[in-house]
């Protein structure tokens, strides 16, 4: 009952500064949970990630909410074990 | 200039992708209108994504039920403020409409015997007021999720067109006061479009965002409440906003009741247990409201915690690790991610969190946008609205667990259907006033102003924190006087404040300054709301005027934007088939 939210390219070619807005709008969810978790770590973390982190925040960005709220309080662990890392580093920099 | 704009045309616009716009959509297109639907996040994003609870509907499948139980229950818990006609009409449809959801593909968790599980709530009985009914049907912790995903899905097979990531301006309207569509703003260009429409309906959720502690996510901005008030359509019973006591200080995610009743208990800066002092029998267990205000008043006296002493705590580590991983394993798991900490063994840090919008855009029973003339009122021909952005009014002063998830795809498809009769007699998209396209491309191009100016987010902060403080689960005549001039200092502000952004692409900050605008709008309508009703009645609680007063207020509160000038009109008392259930004390 997951609709893959397939609407974007994984990565675009817009300049680093209008990606970063691009991203920023992508993190904009339907649960408080998940703007605030996202968010911060937009800002805190994003900029410092290597590329492979990168390319797999872009992954997690495109699961359903319900899937990514899971996964991002420890729920479930996803099986891509690069996303994993990247969702408990998500975990991590959501707190105060 | 208004005639280079790129223009669409489409019998039916919904600005909204959540349950209540999408189950309108699926009913349209199945009809074969030609529709399409606006969202400004991807549609599967939007807030109904968030219900966990489950709907209600009397299937009677655990517990004995019928819908005019519910009706009551309903009738009781909006104070008495709920119009009994849709009431009866929401209650009546519900078990056709969860088994229509059903069919549709939603995944509701099963009884034994194969029938839809049905879990007890708060508010809920057996024979008008007698033991506690089972009515919510619930699909795991994520119905919300279900039933937007499979509506999502139906629409796509239905051929419903989607506008994904555009953000809508301002309706356009005639001068005979017909609606024909909506200005919108596509966030990935940048580049406004007219969507011309036949008719158009509103489904842009609630405003949670007014208040600096909220449940809502960040997309709660009301932009369809004020979208209607600057098309001069007033605003119902704005006053009404629920909030629940205890959610995590300055962070708003909501740590359940659930928490008290397992033995939980708050506690000041002295390490007092408060609420002593304010429900000697209920303590932590009071109702709501009280729990609320106890909280507030606490902090306000200097009680509080933490350096800004802004809080209080929510002690839970006598329960024990084992007992708290067991019982409230979601507490503990919110506690660890946002808090770092860990409930076993420190306290939570809480505050009052605003939680559900009951006031909105007033509509009838069939989702048509109605105005008050001179004897009753009158539909706005083209507009509708349903959702959390509607007042139809079944929430009234105080909306029922499950009744949310209801009124969405219960007056979803009615104004699916009642559109449909619509473009029966509406079959030509009415000449486009030029006029009102201008109006709203000079509202959007305010912001290219390019000289200085205040920032988008010091306003966006300062109205949060004037709205939880002088219009939140205290209010005196006096606090709330006070909360309006503050509201309307910070519209002057507003005037002054400039974006140092002025690209095109995904411009986010231009996009946040329009959905501070609109929060300014709905603060305003909402605090002169509640100044001017001298009662307490559901989620509305003055402490000048403590008790609800039937007589002089048992009306409906309607805001106009213009003047910023207040109407009445009397609530529907009257059900369609029943008797009425005359207004009596609420008690528990």
Partial sequence: MNTTTTFKPAQTDLPPEQELARLRWQCRRGMLELDTMLGSFLDKCFSQLTDKEKSAFYTLLNYPDQLLLEHLMGRTLPLDKDVAHVAKKIQAAAGP | ?588
């Fill in chain 2, 1 to 588: 200039m208004s005639m280079d704009l790129p223009r669409r045309q489409f019998d039916t616009l919904v600005i909204g992708a959540g349950g209540g716009g999408l189950r309108a959509a699926l009913q349209l297109a199945q009809a074969d209108a030609n529709v399409a639907v606006v969202s400004k996040v991807f549609p599967t994003r939007s807030h109904t994504v968030a219900a966990q609870g489950g709907i209600n509907a009397a299937l009677a499948n655990v517990l004995p039920d019928n819908w005019h139980w519910h009706m009551y229950d309903t009738i009781k818990g909006s104070d008495y403020l709920g119009d009994q006609d849709a009431i009866e009409y929401m209650c009546r449809a519900a078990s056709h409409l969860v088994v229509e959801l059903e069919h549709a593909g939603v995944p509701f968790s099963r009884l034994d015997n194969g029938k839809i599980y049905q879990r007890p709530f708060g508010g809920q009985s057996q024979n008008f007021g007698g033991e506690q009914a089972a009515r919510t049907c619930a699909a795991a912790d994520r119905t919300g999720h279900v039933i937007l995903h499979t509506l999502y899905q139906q629409n796509i097979r239905a051929k419903t067109h989607f506008f994904d990531e555009y953000f809508a301006i301002d309706l356009i309207r005639d001068d005979n006061g017909f609606i024909l569509g909506v200005l919108v703003l596509e966030i990935e260009t940048g580049e406004p479009l007219l969507i011309e429409a036949k008719t158009t309906l509103l489904a842009t959720g609630g405003a949670g965002q007014l208040f600096r502690t909220n449940t809502n996510a960040h997309i709660n901005t009301g932009d369809g409440l004020a979208m209607a008030l600057r098309a001069g359509i007033p605003l119902q019973d704005m006053e009404f906003f629920q909030f629940h006591p205890t959610g995590v200080a300055g962070r708003g995610m909501l740590i359940t009741e659930g928490a008290r009743g397992e033995g939980g208990y708050l506690i000041n800066k002295d390490g007092e247990r408060f609420m002593e002092r304010y429900a000697p029998h209920a303590k932590d267990l009071a109702s709501r409201d009280v729990v609320s205000r106890a909280i507030f008043t606490e902090v306000k006296e200097g009680r509080g915690c933490g350096p800004d002493a802004d809080y209080v705590l929510l002690k839970l580590d006598h329960l024990g690790k084992e007992v708290l991983d067991k019982r409230l394993p979601g507490i503990c798991e919110t506690s660890r991610t946002f808090l770092h900490i860990e409930p076993a063994e420190e306290p939570i840090p809480v505050y009052p969190t605003a939680h559900y919008t009951m006031g909105g855009i007033p509509t009838n029973r069939f989702g048509q946008v109605v105005v008050p003339v001179e004897q009753g009122e009158e539909c706005i021909p083209g507009l509708y609205a349903v959702g959390e952005c509607a007042c139809v009014s079944v929430h009234g002063a105080n909306r029922l667990g499950g009744n949310s998830l209801l009124d969405i795809v219960v007056f979803g498809r009615a104004a699916g259907n009642d559109i449909i009769q619509f473009l029966k007699n509406n079959r030509y998209h009415r000449k486009i006033d030029e006029n009102s396209v201008q109006a709203a491309l000079d509202h959007l191009h305010r912001w290219d102003k390019k000289d200085e100016g205040e920032s988008v987010a010091g306003i966006r902060t300062d109205l949060q924190a004037v709205m939880e403080e002088y219009c939140g689960v205290f209010r005196t005549e006096e606090i709330l006087k006070q909360g309006l001039e503050k509201v309307l200092e910070i519209e002057k502000r507003m005037e002054h404040v400039r974006l140092k952004d002025h690209s095109k692409i995904f411009n986010t900050a231009r996009i946040e300054a329009l959905e501070v605008e609109n929060l300014l709008d709905l603060a305003v309508a909402t605090v002169t709301s509640a100044l001017a009703r001298q009662e307490s009645r559901g989620a509305h609680s003055r402490i000048d005027y403590p008790d609800r007063n039937d007589k002089q207020w048992l009306k409906h509160s309607l805001f106009f934007k213009e003047g910023r000038r207040l109407d009445y009109k009397p609530v529907t008392l009257q059900p369609l088939s029943v008797e009425t259930f005359p207004p009596k004390p609420r008690v528990y």
